[in-house]
Nanobody, 121 residues
């Protein structure tokens, strides 16, 4: 079955950096674009970034553009999110999911456990 396992979250000071990872299994990784999402306390889950199946196209939400970079390693079935210049408003649980194309809705109804990112001094 599909498994999405996010990791790398932590408590970090404003201006700091983190690199999140999402290990995927149970589906053909290279057939899908991959996306990162986040959900802050009391808010809806929101889309953050997407990358096409072989990494040639990336797209970002305006709130993270220029600070976050999405990448993938198809040999490891893993997608990454490098987060720089973190702000308190980036605090959220971060999730990944597959998509039929960049920025399309998530494919899989079941989500991983997510990884908590907290930006605070």
């Amino acid at each position: 079955q599909v498994q999405l396992v996010e990791s790398g979250g932590d408590l970090v000071q404003p201006g700091g950096s983190l690199r999140l990872s999402c290990a995927a299994s149970g589906f053909t990784f290279t057939r899908y674009a991959m996306s990162w999402y986040r959900q802050a306390p009391g808010k809806e889950r929101e889309w953050v970034a997407s990358i096409s199946s072989f990494g040639g196209n990336t797209i970002y939400a305006d709130s993270v553009k220029g600070r976050f970079t999405i990448s993938r390693d198809n040999a490891k079935n893993t997608v990454y999110l490098q987060m720089n210049r973190l702000k308190p408003e980036d605090t959220a649980v971060y999730y990944c999911n597959a998509a039929t194309r960049v920025a399309a809705p998530p494919v899989f109804g079941s989500w991983g456990q997510g990884t908590q990112v907290t930006v605070s001094s």
